[in-house]
C-alpha cells in the first residue's frame, strides 16, 4: 500500500477507473475488509464497555 500511495503522490493521483480498482485488489487479495471488520468489531466492544 505505501508503495502505491507513494507513486500517486508523486503522479498526481489514481483517476475514477484506478482507484476502484485499488480498492478490489485489496478486498480481494489483501483481505482488507476482514481487516476493518476486525477494526470496526473491536471499536463496537470498546464503545460498548463505556
Known sequence: ???QEA?????GGPDDAEWEEYK????K????DRLLQAYQDAYERY???E
Request: some cysteine.
Open 7 to 11: 507513486l500517486w503522490l508523486r503522479d
Open 24 to 27: 478490489e485488489y485489496l478486498s
Open 29 to 32: 487479495k489483501c483481505g482488507m
Open 1 to 3: 500500500m505505501k508503495e
Open 47 to 49: 464503545a460498548a464497555a
